[in-house]
């Protein structure tokens, strides 16, 4: 009777939103997984198809030097057991360092979903030379959502390669050096462990967070309660990629404020020096607010240079709500429906 129940109650919830395809994973067997991602892909080709779920076990998924598994299905999930418990790696041959060929996968999909695993390239950063960009998620799709999911890399970790896209995370972690969350569109930051690694194997050099390129979306990065932990070297927020970056931190935790560089955001523009840089509400680790009065900062390039303050006010920060950057699309919603359902079927 009560596992009647509980086919039941799985049944119950998948109807009240769309019906899905579960396909399970055996346990360290990274071949297991290829094959589940190409059979969801060949299931959800469609982008009306029904919800496909790839569960995967606590486990070590080793891809050995193989890039870019692509996910080219929409509607699927891939759900880990958890965070640091379900782990996928692949190692790629330093000559393949790229941000556009090492990545770990490659989303192509729109409504994909992850949750509860581990992203891991261990190219070898330090041994790379002038040069280590090694991603752990290149996102050519739009509507992802990372659901605590932990990606463990040093340069490009997150690359998210749309122009529209729409992204969230909420409850993930990042950990990197250089421009290690990078690329173009509107992506959400909700509550994120952000760490940064040692720039170099003696800790010396300083680190960049993020690396925007925002072009034709209005809101580009929004990390909002995120929390920021430093192993030694020093760091910055952003710096501008290309065309008129957005990157904005609002209500952060920096455990060692004082490894935060002078200017907080890097004033040397790679390729612009518009920008919309910001912050408000910065704490340290005992909730005190540390948010500078004003921070003026002259952002240059060898051409041309662009002068700003730095500093939100209290009414200009209440613009930045998940409801204002995702006018169609609540991807807060859509996490609270998809746990529902994996806890509801995990039971």
Excluded at 5 to 20: A, E, H, N, P
Excluded at 82 to 102: F, H, Q, Y
Aim: proline share 3%.
């Amino acid at each position: 009777m009560r596992k009647y129940l509980l086919i039941v109650l799985c049944l119950t919830v998948v109807m009240t939103s769309r019906s899905q395809y579960v396909i399970e994973v055996q346990k360290d067997n990274a071949q297991s997984l290829l094959d589940a991602i190409a059979q969801a892909n060949q299931r959800n080709a469609d982008k009306n198809a029904e919800c496909t779920v790839i569960m995967i076990p606590d486990g070590y998924y080793d891809l050995g030097e193989t890039v870019l598994t692509r996910i080219t299905g929409h509607h699927i999930a891939l759900v880990g057991q958890s965070m640091e418990g379900t782990v996928i790696r692949n190692a790629p041959d330093v000559k393949k360092e790229s941000l556009s060929k090492s990545a770990v996968l490659q989303n192509r999909g729109t409504d994909n979903y992850f949750q509860d695993l581990t992203l891991r390239n261990d190219l070898d950063y330090y041994g790379a030379g002038a040069s280590g960009r090694a991603v752990c998620l290149h996102d050519k799709g739009t509507r992802t959502i990372c659901n605590r999911v932990r990606m463990l890399s040093y340069q490009d970790t997150y690359y998210s390669d749309g122009d529209d896209c729409q992204h969230y995370f909420v409850d993930s972690e990042i950990h990197g050096t250089v421009d290690f969350i990078c690329g173009a569109g509107d992506v959400w930051f909700e509550r994120c462990r952000i760490v940064t690694e040692k720039r170099t194997v003696d800790g010396s050099g300083r680190n960049v967070i993020a690396a925007p390129r925002t072009s034709k979306t209005p809101w580009g990065y929004i990390f909002h309660g995120c929390t920021v932990e430093n192993v030694v070297s020093n760091f910055e927020y952003a710096r501008g990629w290309k065309d008129t970056p957005h990157c904005i931190w609002l209500n952060t935790t920096l455990l060692t404020p004082e490894k935060l560089n002078k200017t907080r955001f890097d004033y040397r523009g790679m390729r612009t020096v518009q920008n919309d840089f910001k912050e408000y509400g910065t704490k340290d680790a005992r909730g005190r607010d540390i948010t500078p009065k004003s921070n003026v900062v002259t952002f240059e390039t060898q051409e041309a240079t662009h002068t700003t303050e730095t500093i939100l006010s209290k009414k200009e920060a209440r613009k930045y709500t998940v409801k204002n950057v995702f006018p169609d699309w609540r991807p807060d919603k859509v996490v609270r429906l998809w746990e529902k359902r994996i806890n509801a079927c995990r039971r």
